[in-house]
């Protein structure tokens, strides 16, 4: 069974770049990358909570608004600050 | 190389420990703070956590350090290092030998001239300690006097309105925010302050300030007193570099790094708030930050700097400060702008760039609410560390994206 969810028309969304999107009372950041794909995250910083979908897409990286903190948005992964840990 | 000594447990001294992990670093590494805590973001002090959080917000948690194998020793202070025999003796007697030292022991608050600083209802802010005081003494009614119209300062002041206090802002020069941030931008903020209640008085000289058990107050030249029920001193920071002086290290606003980081001393090296350093984007000028990302970005470096690499400083400065929901963001140093383009955006919210004669990015200050302008500062950010000449009718147009002048 499929639940899909209908988030936005493909061209509301540039390349490498971000949008806002909110669904039954959480909130994602929905990423279209330079290659023409389209990538789905929680929408705040796990930092403090910061809606991503302020900050900067560069290639596959985006940038928190706030403080710069820096995750990888095909793989979730935190790429340095602001939050240390190994 | 098998010991790494860092002195000073504070965002860049953590940053730097946990720096050395990430790049396979398998010797000892201690990491030494004279505070009872482990490492905090001093950030919140002056917002949020004024309001709530009664524990530190932490750099990292205490496993994170176990896990990575970082000893941390804290409530110790290093009272001196010996260059030459590559040890330092701690306050409780101990000592610590190193094959590499690295101070981060950041900054104090500048003390008002007669005044150490110590006292309940005049002080400073700097420590998770200080603002639990302080903290304790805003209640609703209660009068807050801030002596000086900078960061700490100001967002001091509006928490504290946040929390129901009085609060009056006395500032020496003609306007508040003197210190790199330019006049339209400061005004913005004189606005929202004034509009929230706070009173600011600009210009105006102090004579003295008095203590009682009931009150504290300010004399001011003019002949009036300023009569609170606390009053903080937020007139900057002074590096502590006592500790370098007096093992020889050369001094110069900080203690004097190179552009690796590397202090004059053979294997010492120093970073963040107590650091001065040669600028990359602004022709070698020395410089010392205060500020949150300065202190990671050069932990980060002098990590890999202390297991032998020469990686140099390029990071372009950068800071934030929150102000009720106001963000003012400013990257890069406007000092020798020739030219100010204006961006005007939605909801208030612009940006001012500060271009050199010939049209180069020195600098870009915006302030809006929430994350208005944060998009944009970072494209500018990235405009400045690229030398880049953007287009001044571009950088006018906000339905311009600025991503695509990163290549100009
Ligand atoms: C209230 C407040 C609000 C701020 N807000 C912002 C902001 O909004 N944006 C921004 O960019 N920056 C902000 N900053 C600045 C930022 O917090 C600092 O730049 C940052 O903390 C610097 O980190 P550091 O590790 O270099 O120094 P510090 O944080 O000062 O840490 C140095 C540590 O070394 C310890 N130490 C010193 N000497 C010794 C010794 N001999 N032995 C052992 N330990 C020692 C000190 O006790 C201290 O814990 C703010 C600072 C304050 C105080
Ligand atoms: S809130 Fe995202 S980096 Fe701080």
Redesign the pocket.
Known sequence: MSNWVEVCATDEIDEEDVIRFDHEGKTFAVYRSPDDRFFATDGLCTHEKIHLADGLVMDDIIECPKHNGRFNYKTGEAKGAPSAST | MSQIVI???????ARAAFGLREKGFAGQVTL????EHLPY???P???DAMLHGHEPKLVSEAACYAEAGIQVLTG????SIDPAGKSVRLSNGGNLTYDRLLL????RPRPFPGFSGASNRIRT??THGDAVSIRTQLQPGKHLAVIGGG??GL?LAATARKLGAQVTLIEGLARILTRGVPEPVATVVAERHQAEGVEILCGVKIQDLAETRDNASILLEDGRTIVADLIVVGIGAVP?VE?ARDAGLAIDNGIAVDQHLRTSATDIYA????CSFPSAHYGGLRMR???????QDQ?TLAAANLMGGAETMSAVPW????QYDLTLQIAGIADGAAEIVRRDMAEGAFILFHLTADGRLLAASGIGIGNAIARDIRLAEMMIAAGVHPDRLALAAPGTKLKSLLAA
């Open positions: 002195i000073g447990a504070g965002e860049c001294g030494v703070g004279a505070e973001e001093r950030p002090l002056s917002k110790l202070s290093v009272e981060t022991t950041g900054a802010l700097r960061f700490i967002e502590n500790l970073a963040g708030d107590c930050l205060e500020a949150w990302r300065n202190a932990g800071f934030w400060s929150d």
